[in-house]
């Protein structure tokens, strides 16, 4: 049987992605060492898809082990999610993210070369863009300096994939820029699950909402935007896994260049203030919030041209801010209960 390694497939995004790939035909295996997520995942996608998705728990880093997975399975592409992704973090300790995001890439690249893997999807991300003065931004903005070691590493790693691909010309990849994923599976068994405290908007309002908060933060309301607040692109998670599937359909049809990149958000922007909103509206409660101070490095507003990847992969967002929030809360609801 044909496979599809999906390294960091308990973690969030690739959790949701495994579920998609599996309702599209494919049989994914997961190689994810559990550093940021739990092995009850595994339940969960079961109880969605209903078949067994085998994981081995290694570390991507681990040249060794990871051999032993090609060599027993005849694992034909791999979707690349495992990372440290925490920005701050990074910030305080760059050679943790350095080791991990681009040490487990290379050696992911020297195992699917010796075993002449020639399907890459690798997670990227709208950090790679830093500051970027003209929206929306498009695959061609110029990336800017980033603004932390993470954003960094996805630079580093996307430049590696690109240095590979030109060496390797039957290597073929495809790297996605995710805009800002959140939100959870409609059936309730999976979401975000993060093992260290969440600090993206989505589950700090969840979070807050349902009291494991007493109160939250709006970081700014005095930017030059329509209510002050920042402006950023979620994109549902499930919305995003579907890019997933479709990306690795279309590695199979590149025929001219071998490597491509898209953006994936929704191509809308929402502030703070807005989705605090549409969290009270699915919700039925307030929020219990104030304005702050901004946060250091925060971009003011950042949002996504997707024409280049509903024209060539096929993909359009199908879910909203609101639908984002309604998932995410119930998934909220449910783990606290
Ligand atoms: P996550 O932390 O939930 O998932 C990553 C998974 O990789 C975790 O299960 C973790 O245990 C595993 N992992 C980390 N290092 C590993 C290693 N050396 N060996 C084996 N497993 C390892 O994160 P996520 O939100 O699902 O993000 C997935 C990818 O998408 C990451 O590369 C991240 O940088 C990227 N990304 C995430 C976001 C976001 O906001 N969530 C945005 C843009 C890009
Ligand atoms: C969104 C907005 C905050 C928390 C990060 C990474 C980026 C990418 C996506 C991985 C901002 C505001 C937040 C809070 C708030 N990840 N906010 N109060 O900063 O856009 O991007 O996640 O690749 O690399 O940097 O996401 O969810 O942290 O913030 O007001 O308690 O919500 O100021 O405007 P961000 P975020």
Known sequence: MQHILVTGGTGYIGSHTVVDLISQGYHPIIVDNQSNSSLNVLDGIKQIVDSEVI????????????????????????????????????????????????????????????????????????????????????EQTPLAEAESPYGRTKQIGEKMIQDYCQANGNFKAINLRYFNPAGAHDSNVIGELSLNPPTNLVPVITETGIGKRSDMTVFGDDYPTRDGSCIRDYIHVMDLAAAHTLALKALDRMIENNLSVYNLGIGEGVTVLEAIKAFEQVSGQSLNYQIGPRREGDVMSIYADTSRVIAELGWSPTRDINDIMRTAWNWEVKRSS
């Open 55 to 138: 994981n081995y728990s290694i570390d991507i880093c681990d040249r060794e082990a990871l051999t032993q997975v090609f060599e027993e399975n005849n694992i034909v592409g791999v979707i690349h999610f495992a990372a440290y992704k925490s920005v701050n973090e990074s910030v305080n300790e760059p050679l943790k993210y350095f080791r991990n995001n681009i040490g487990g890439l290379n050696t992911l690249l020297e195992v699917m070369d010796a075993h002449k893997v020639n399907r890459l999807i690798f997670s990227s991300s709208c950090s790679v863009y830093g500051n970027a003065e003209i929206l929306p931004v498009t």
